[in-house]
């Protein structure tokens, strides 16, 4: 138990270090690269919304709803980013 909190700290500061040193134009396509990353936690909640007990199906179903959100909201802003790239004329 105590190795995972440390490994969950760690990853805490690790990605508050990574997006500190990261330019401002990269954190858009930064980010849509993490929610793509999401669609694999999208995996896992399918798979633990199937394991047996319904304390798991419900945490499951819930893990499954809000990474849907994360994924939806994240192609949303990565689709509103690159309409500002497009030229007027098209």
Do not use: C, W
Not at 34 to 39: L, P, T, V, Y
């Amino acid at each position: 138990m105590i190795l995972l909190l440390f490994i969950f700290v760690l990853a805490i500061f690790l990605g508050l270090e990574l997006i500190t040193k990261v330019p401002s134009q990269l954190h858009t396509p930064l980010m849509s690269g993490a929610n793509a990353i999401s669609g694999i936690t999208i995996v896992g909640a399918i798979v633990a919304a199937g394991s047996s007990g319904p304390f798991a199906t419900i945490l499951g179903f819930l893990a499954v709803v809000f990474a849907m959100i994360n994924v939806v909201g994240g192609y949303m802003v990565t689709d509103r980013m690159l309409a500002m790239f497009r030229s007027k004329g098209r």
